[in-house]
């Protein structure tokens, strides 16, 4: 079968889909308008809609229904921060297989750029999330059960039972799957975690992940400091992330924008007459916020001393 050359619009649409694929924390937050932004710059501003929200309020037929604003609140996002991967790039390289290029070159272009944004989002939750669970005798942070102090807590806030998401670190992870708890699949209600060799869905409320990007303090954490990972717990609205698209380059030549699901992916390629090679340069450009505070629970062991 011939190679077949790869357009821009091809390669930015698969590295797109790569990204995404490698996510775990963009699909569980607030990303539903992000889409569309118009292209824009660093720094920049953009309105983010929050969800309606009503008041079930006690009928009197003297007085008849009470008309609700139903009207979103908006919260800005500032677009800050621009991850950006680049590497060099042969003539052979691009004629290769979409899939051989996808695997070779795009995939841990993409890896590393899902670690950013991830780390991101994980980064914002834990300097505004106030709420704790993982410290309380029985709902200690290395026991499923967490969850179920985790849940709690969004029930005194009000927090709809859907939406929501646990995501935990590889430690946390190894402790939860060695637990009598989720060993039994009697006890769990389901044996779909063991299946498929992850933490589950619907696992006390809520659907449970495990990334990476949730690391272990390195060494002796600082006073003030957990000495356990600190995982979340949250529902789909605690947390945004806002991507906008990049403007593509004046001489736009061999470049493309591709939008998806919330993020908007720029790739640019460029012949290097000193180093004479061609430059393959992806980047984003996004922004996070804490919509709600309430919203999300801290899953973590006892501060240092």
């Known amino acids: 079968m011939a190679n077949t050359l790869l357009t821009p619009d091809v390669l930015a649409r698969a590295a797109l889909a790569n990204l995404y694929e490698q996510l775990c924390m963009v699909p569980l937050v607030y990303t539903d308008v992000s889409s569309d932004f118009t292209r824009t710059k660093v720094g920049e501003t953009v309105n983010i809609r929050k969800p309606a929200t009503f008041t079930a309020n006690t009928f009197d037929r003297s007085s008849g229904i009470t ?39 795009l995939k841990p272009a993409m890896e590393a750029l899902a670690q950013s944004i991830d780390r991101a989002i994980i980064a914002q939750a834990k300097a505004d999330f106030t709420q704790v669970a993982g410290t309380q005798t029985g709902f200690e942070w290395n026991k499923p059960e967490v969850l179920i102090e985790a849940r709690r807590q969004l029930d005194i806030k009000n927090v709809p039972n859907s939406e929501c998401a646990a995501v935990v670190g590889p430690t946390t992870k ?65 947390l945004a992330l806002a991507s906008a698209p990049l403007a593509l380059p004046s001489d736009q030549g061999w470049a493309a924008v ?20 061609d430059v ?24 240092a001393a």
């Open 258 to 277: 591709e939008s998806y699901k919330g993020l908007s992916l720029r790739l640019v390629k460029r012949y290097d007459i000193v180093k004479k090679q």
């Open 67 to 105: 008309i609700q604003n139903a009207t979103e609140t908006s919260v800005p996002v500032v677009l800050n921060t621009i991850k950006d991967v680049s590497f060099a790039v042969t003539s052979e390289d691009l004629t290769l297989h979409l899939e051989d290029f996808t695997e070779q070159l």
């Open 280 to 303: 393959c340069s992806l980047d984003i450009l996004f922004g996070t916020k804490t919509l709600d505070a309430n919203r999300g629970v801290l899953l973590r062991g006892a501060l």
């Open 174 to 238: 190894a402790n939860w799957l060695n637990s009598d708890w989720l060993k039994h699949a009697d006890k769990s209600g389901s044996t779909e975690a063991l299946r498929k060799g992850s933490i589950g869905t619907d696992l006390l409320s809520f659907d449970a992940f495990m990334t990476q990007n949730i690391v272990q303090p390195a060494g002796s954490p600082a006073t003030g400091q957990p000495t356990t990972e600190v995982g979340l717990a949250f529902h789909r609205t605690a």
